[in-house]
């Protein structure tokens, strides 16, 4: 049974055509069935045609043969379409009846339809005038000057809006129930039509995997980007713990790059853009980026470390220490090891912005990630142990190294965050009801900008934006 219970209606203004009700014209369905009727008979009427045409003789011959082949082809494809078109037709039902008919165990929806307004128009008619008569009732109860309520007056009335009550709760029971008939009409219907289209013969044949191949690649690359997301966050928040970070960082480079292969076949396709093509190129690069940007923060803080060592040297001097002593104290101040001043400083970076070039080999250079997550034991102990004893850059002496290694470690994290949070930004659902988290598709308004949006290939498929 059906779950209305008409909280909110207005029986006074209530129509049977509201949306909540019955809408639709059933002579308009009628009219549409009628349609479809004649034109399976037109169907029949061809096919039969067509199998008189070869029905008579002359037709030993290769020609005849062929013709008679392809025309028997043809009459067969006729004779599926009339039986879609025929079920089609009488499942919607050609004619209304004037007179109410009783209620059957199947109808057409034309004649279901009209059956259900007609039920819906008695239960509403009956429905206004119960509340009409309830909201009286109730009225003349408030406004009954005996405040007694076992006054005979207001016992009768209490009784007669009681009878008003039930009265349209009986309507409501038989609004339910018309509409339960028509719902189950209805899909007495659609089960009809849905039954021949599925069992004439016309249907495509059943599709393979490869026959989706686009949708496919496009889901294989929305779901990388997902990937990509997730892993270049964690490499990023995890990055101290040996061997994970590198093994995350790595991964996440994999998944930008099936991202930006699969995205890249859906903007030739012309299903996704070439924006989405420069944003996952642009998470490539920033691993290379990352790479070269966190070895050059690495480098420019131990020769900021040295150039620091070397002024405390000279300070040390001048305080009257001997050399060996001034040296040591400016080794241990500012974290050099013993004897490696020079190194330090010669070990400074040569320039802070890394060449394209060079972030591109480094954004495709997977053995050296597996370097990286071979060597990360050892380079993270070595880390710990420089960090126990290596002051804080904030502690020691200002130097063109100590603002270069500064702006690198900046550039790092922006070179990290920015491309990762405007991958996520681009991501797009890819079916409905997908968590908001792995598809937010902040950038479809921007896409929509022409030549922002564009996607396709030149003189084939190409379009200026996702709203054209």
């Known amino acids: 049974m059906s779950d209305h219970d008409f909280s909110g209606v207005d029986w006074q203004t209530a129509r049977y055509d509201d949306k909540e009700f019955t809408p639709g014209d059933p002579y308009e369905v009628a009219r549409l069935g009628k349609r479809i009727s004649d034109t399976a008979r037109l169907i029949e009427e061809q096919a039969a045609k067509l199998n008189n045409l070869v029905d008579g003789n002359g037709w030993d011959s290769d020609a005849g043969r062929e013709f008679t082949r392809k025309t028997g082809e043809t009459v067969k494809l006729l004779a599926q379409s009339h039986r879609r078109y025929a079920a089609a037709g009488a499942a919607l039902g050609s004619s209304v009846p004037y007179e109410p008919v009783a209620d059957q165990v199947r109808e057409n929806w034309a004649t279901a339809l ?8 008695t239960a509403l008619r009956r429905a206004a005038a119960a509340d009409t ?7 003349q109860l408030d406004q009954h000057p005996s405040g007694d309520d076992t006054h005979p007056d207001k016992q009768r009335l209490k009784r007669q809006k009681e009878a008003s009550d039930g009265e349209l709760d009986a309507a409501k029971r038989e609004l339910r129930a018309a509409l339960d008939y028509r719902d189950t009409q209805a899909g007495y219907a659609a089960r009809t039509i849905r039954d021949a289209v599925d069992h004439d013969g016309l249907k495509d044949p059943e599709h393979h995997w490869w026959d989706h191949w686009k949708d496919w690649v496009a889901d294989v690359g929305h779901w990388a980007g997902v990937a990509a ?13 040996p061997v994970l970070g590198e093994v995350l960082g790595a991964l996440a480079l994999i998944a930008s790059v099936v991202a930006l292969v699969c995205d890249t076949v859906s903007a030739l396709d012309g299903k996704g853009t070439w924006l989405d093509v420069a944003v996952d190129a642009v998470g490539v690069l920033s691993f290379g980026a990352g790479r070269i940007l966190g070895t050059t923060a690495r480098e420019a803080a131990t020769a900021a470390r040295g150039a620091s060592a070397v002024k405390d040297l000279q300070l040390a001097r001048e305080i009257g220490l001997n050399p060996t002593a001034a040296r040591e104290l400016a080794e241990t ?3 050099v090891r013993p004897g490696e001043i020079g190194k330090a400083l010669s070990e400074g970076p040569a320039r802070l912005l890394p060449r394209m070039r060079s972030v591109v080999k480094e954004s495709l250079n997977l053995k050296a990630f597996a370097t990286d997550i071979r060597d990360a034991p ?3 102990a070595a880390a710990k142990a420089f960090a126990e004893s290596a002051p804080e850059l904030s502690e ?6 100590k603002t270069m290694a500064g702006q690198a470690k900046a550039l790092y994290y922006g070179s990290q965050v920015l491309p990762l949070l405007a991958g996520w930004s681009n991501l797009a659902p890819a079916h409905s009801g997908e968590p908001w988290a792995t598809g937010p598709n902040l950038l479809q308004d921007v896409k929509e900008i022409p030549g922002v949006g564009a996607g396709g290939t030149p003189f084939y498929n190409w379009h200026w934006s996702t709203g054209g």
């Open 114 to 121: 009209g059956h259900a307004q007609n039920r819906v128009r």
């Open 133 to 139: 008569d309830s909201r009286t009732y109730q009225r």
């Open 229 to 241: 997301a997730v892993l270049g966050v964690l490499a990023l928040a995890l990055s101290w713990v």
């Open 333 to 335: 101040v500012n974290g």
């Open 378 to 380: 050892a380079a993270h």
């Open 396 to 401: 020691i002496a200002d130097s063109s190294f």
